[in-house]
């Protein structure tokens, strides 16, 4: 019914591909796609493989989809459709070290497969490329926000990042019990390489008594302190929340390569125990917080968020992502949506509260 009510519309054909690293709710945005644009509106729709590697490649990887491509795809975690976070058409990897600009491929080959644009689902990485490739190639796009660490402007919320704060709270509430068995300090590293968003938000949800994140250079001899007059009062257990880029005042923020080869989390931990004297153990949650099945309110988002994406590519308004602003479906240009990463608001009312509840960030006065 829905193709025959739509069937002297023009017939688009649109590619799909996903990017950057995968987080919960990817195949909903997928889903929301395929049943808007295939199944109500009659267009074709086509899934690009392994986000601009199945472009990019000597042979693509392309497919069709349709109803049965996306069967069970609101639960599902990950993407049907690959993704990869070294996939930049301007600066494409070769076996021989050398990068190559590949961005004309991209164009061509959509060309070649009858796509009139794009709706590309990911992070300030992918919205970057995405902006480059449409300003140096003339590709339509359509963005749609995606990262766990809700770093993204233009946005208020990206889907994943309710999907990640759920289970981090739930690892936390975990190591409560833990914790208290046996009075210790317990140290949960969360990812959040620039944002301390999942920091904030679980720490808060699951009772944390300190939060480093990496917008606040921290001062660890607060934090011991604050652990300390835990003790005194006989509370001799604590629980600290740490994001992967946290770092001590006086140090310089790290970056991708660094951070894979340190745990903050466990050096935050050896050396909370020195200044204490409690036992301490450290938790690296890592990519437990991208995986698994999305939450609700990232199934609902992510859906919303897809539908949204077809309504702009139906209106010929390209060369934008979808964005939430106060609970309502917008828009903003891809130049926006590339500008930046988004950082925790310090002045805030959630780091308000959770200064108000007792929660110390390492910056207090010592």
């Not at 903050?264 to 036992?279: H, N």
Request: charged content about 25%; some cysteine.
């Amino acid at each position: 019914m829905g193709q025959q009510r739509h069937r002297h519309r023009h017939r688009h054909t649109v590619a799909i591909n996903t990017g950057g690293g995968d987080c919960p709710g990817l195949n909903a945005v997928i889903r929301a796609v395929v049943k808007r644009g295939q199944l109500e509106l009659g267009w074709k729709i086509i899934g690009i493989e392994d986000s601009f590697d199945g472009l990019l490649s000597d042979e693509m990887r392309v497919r069709e989809l349709d109803r049965a491509s996306i069967a069970g795809a609101l639960t599902k975690g990950g993407t049907i459709l690959g993704s990869t976070n070294r996939g930049n058409p301007f600066r494409y990897g070769r076996r021989d070290g050398n990068a190559i600009d590949l961005s004309k491929r991209v164009a061509t080959r959509l060309k070649e497969l009858g796509c009139e644009g794009l709706i590309a689902l990911g992070g300030d990485g992918t919205m970057a490329i995405c902006h480059e490739l449409s300003q140096r190639t003339g590709v339509k796009i359509v963005g749609v926000p995606k990262t766990i660490d809700n770093d993204l402007t233009g946005t208020d919320t990206t889907f994943g990042f309710n999907s990640a704060v759920e289970f981090a709270t739930q690892a936390v509430d975990r190591l409560h019990s833990t914790a208290e068995s046996h009075d210790r300090i317990m140290v949960v590293e969360v990812m959040g390489r620039n944002a301390g968003f999942i920091a904030l938000h679980c720490g808060v949800a699951g009772g944390a008594d300190a939060i480093l994140i990496p917008e606040v250079p921290f001062d660890l001899r607060a934090v011991a302190n604050k652990i300390l007059e835990r003790k005194a009062m006989g509370r001799y257990f604590s629980i600290i929340v740490v994001s992967e880029g946290a770092r001590a005042k006086g140090s310089e923020p790290s970056d991708s390569k660094s951070l894979r080869l340190r745990s903050i989390g466990r050096s935050v931990a050896a050396e909370l125990s020195e200044m204490t004297g409690i036992e301490s153990r450290d938790t690296v949650l890592g990519y437990l917080l991208r995986g698994g099945i999305p939450s609700a309110y990232d199934r609902i988002l992510a859906t919303r968020l897809g539908n949204h994406a077809c309504s702009l590519v139906e209106a010929g308004n390209w060369d934008r992502m979808v964005a939430i602003h106060a609970n309502e479906m917008s828009s903003v240009s891809l130049v926006e949506a590339a500008s930046g990463t988004k950082q925790v608001d310090l002045g805030g009312d959630l780091v308000a509260t959770a200064r108000g509840v007792g929660i110390v960030f390492g910056d207090e006065e010592i």
